[in-house]
């Protein structure tokens, strides 16, 4: 099995980088959408610590009484821009 082949390596390395590169163009769509996912993520996080601040003791820091109905609330319409929602019980069984 003989394989000729008459070009060198450096040869084919050269004629593989030459390629002119097209310019890479950022789409403003894409950055929103990026933007949006964070500041989502920023919310979850924020409202996720809030609700566990709340029915967690951490002995250095004193423990709020607050009513998480609103921060719950806030958590689960911010899991429902992710596509997360809360399973529903059937109570007919």
Known sequence: ???????TPEKIV???T???EKPFKEDPEEKFALLSTFIRLG???WAGG???LTYVT???LPQQKIDPTFIASVFTSTLTTFGVQAAKRDKEK
Do not use: G, Q, R, Y
């Open 14 to 16: 050269a004629s593989t």
């Open 18 to 20: 030459n390629k002119p």
């Open 43 to 45: 919310i979850l996080v």
């Open 58 to 60: 951490i002995p250095w």
């Open 50 to 52: 809030i609700l566990t």
């Open 1 to 7: 099995m003989d394989i000729e082949n008459t070009e």
